[in-house]
Nanobody, 123 residues
Framework: QLQLVESGGDLVQPGGSLTLSCTGAGGTLDSYAIGWTRQAPGNEREAVLCISTDGGITIYINSVHGRFTISRDSAKNAVYLLMNNLKPEDTGVYYC????????????????WGQGTQVTVSS
């Protein structure tokens, strides 16, 4: 059974950068659509970006366009989320998620979830 583990969350100042990692165990991430979702306190979980098995990218939030990048590292069985020019509104718990077929239309559509990693953007 696929298990996902996130890492890389931290406290960062506005305008800073951060890279989150999602590593897989019990399965090959290349066989799944992998997405990053986030949840701020008091808010619903929202999908951020997703990469399909053929490399196609789905951007769910317009505000991250041009700032966030998702990529795979097949050798390390990992998926990364590179976040640049971070803003306070990017604060939240970031979850890696997998779907066995394709990038779903909404955050709750993923099949498998990691435990999350905290990202705080504050001066």
């Amino acid at each position: 059974q696929l298990q996902l583990v996130e890492s890389g969350g931290d406290l960062v100042q506005p305008g800073g950068s951060l890279t989150l990692s999602c590593t897989g165990a019990g399965g090959t991430l290349d066989s799944y659509a992998i997405g990053w979702t986030r949840q701020a306190p008091g808010n619903e979980r929202e999908a951020v970006l997703c990469i399909s098995t053929d490399g196609g990218i789905t951007i769910y939030i317009n505000s991250v366009h041009g700032r966030f990048t998702i990529s795979r590292d097949s050798a390390k069985n990992a998926v990364y989320l590179l976040m640049n020019n971070l803003k306070p509104e990017d604060t939240g718990v970031y979850y890696c998620a997998a779907d066995a077929f394709s990038c779903p239309g909404y955050a709750r559509g993923f099949d498998t979830w990691g435990q999350g990693t905290q990202v705080t953007v504050s001066s």
